[in-house]
């Protein structure tokens, strides 16, 4: 596989360069092949040439790379984010990217969150009317098509499936808007029944969030539309121990094409001080690798980083004194003795 690695703006500046030899570490010692470019799609380039998205990258990404790594968008020279919206939502929707899927690490176990991508009330239908300089009236449309439901969900419970799980839920708000609900709900119902060893629930978006926060033993897998999604996704990592913690992974149903980044955002409070915790980073890395079929790789990954991120090089919003650099260098040093030695075939970075 070759990635394409976008570290972005801000703080992904600092933790993707971070978690490239790590990658390049087990990617040696496993014999998986992998290679990568590093693109400059960010602010910088925006602010220099109004580009986010070069022409024919989705086409160049969908012939060249099975995977993008992104680090984080938004710069406060930028304050509308049209970058961010140009890149990211482009990538999404350009390359179906409908399934966000955001595993959240807790004591019972984890819970496997996804979120469609791409739809729903981010589809981007809708308009403003103003008079006198202010808006006056703005409609924002909530969209679905079957097909892109239908592939979202029948992706989801095949993973639950294939993972063991034995319960999925399904989060809506059919009581208050019934159109898109009602589809969700039937969609959902027809494609569990081919998967009879997974029990299916169904909890409405404000009913879910509260028993999350309460019991969140109660769940396995979880499904949601775009905006509850979105929502939702966050309470589990701050769950989990906070933003910086959390990887995600947007997944393409049909092609396989993926996209991972962790989902604490650009922080440009904090950017160059070189204290950016690089864990949601790295581990979006674990479910690359993942992704790709490489599970014990990505296990021997995990474990260092968890190690690593309890010991005394983590970062200081974790309670060690380590800087970005110091805390991947410590989960470096502890995959190189665990890692197996490395057979003569290597990877390695390309340049763009």
């Not at 790379?65 to 304050?79: K, Q, W």
């Not at 979120?115 to 008079?131: C, D, I, K, M």
């Not at 990887?247 to 149903?253: D, G, K, L, R």
């Not at 604490?264 to 915790?277: F, R």
């Amino acid at each position: 596989m070759r990635i394409a690695v976008v570290p972005g703006d801000g703080i992904g500046k600092e933790v993707v360069p971070a978690t490239l030899p790590a990658l390049t570490a087990v990617s040696e010692a496993f014999g998986l092949g992998l290679s990568y470019d590093v693109l400059d799609w960010g602010a910088d380039r925006w602010l220099a040439t109004g580009v986010g998205l070069p022409p024919g990258a989705l086409d160049r990404l969908a012939r060249d790379y099975g995977a993008v790594y992104l680090g984080a968008l938004g710069d406060p020279r930028i304050p509308d984010m049209a970058h961010g919206r140009e890149i990211l939502l482009g990538l999404r929707r350009g390359l179906d990217l409908c399934v966000n899927h955001r595993p959240v690490v807790l004591e019972h176990g984890v819970v496997d969150l996804y979120r469609e991508n791409t739809q729903g009330l981010y589809a981007g239908v809708g308009g403003s009317v103003a008079r006198s300089g202010a808006v006056t009236v703005a409609i924002d449309e909530c969209v679905y098509t079957r097909e892109t439901v239908e592939s979202f969900v029948r992706y989801c419970l095949a993973r639950l499936h294939a993972a063991g799980r034995r319960r999925a839920t399904l989060v809506h708000k059919s009581n208050a808007v019934p159109n898109t609900g009602r589809l969700w709900q039937d969609v959902f119902r027809r494609e569990l029944r081919a998967f009879p060893g997974l029990a299916g629930s169904e909890e409405y978006a404000d009913s879910f969030c509260y028993h999350l926060v309460r019991d969140p033993s109660r769940y396995e897998g979880v499904l949601a539309p775009n905006l509850f999604g979105d929502v939702i996704s966050d309470i589990g990592a701050a769950l989990a121990g906070g933003l910086g913690l959390a990887p995600s992974a947007s997944i393409c149903p049909d092609t396989g094409f993926a996209l991972f980044e962790p989902v604490h955002g650009s922080a440009p409070d904090i950017a160059g001080t070189g204290t950016a915790n690089p864990y949601g980073a790295a581990m979006s890395l674990v479910l690359l690798l993942e992704h790709a079929g490489h599970r014990a790789a990505a296990e021997v990954f995990r474990s260092c980083l968890v190690e690593a991120a309890a010991g005394p090089a983590a970062t200081p919003d974790l309670g060690g004194s380590g800087t970005t650099r110091q805390f991947m260098a410590e989960v470096t040093a502890l995959l190189e003795r665990r890692l197996p030695a490395a057979p003569p075939a290597a990877a390695g970075p390309g340049t763009d």
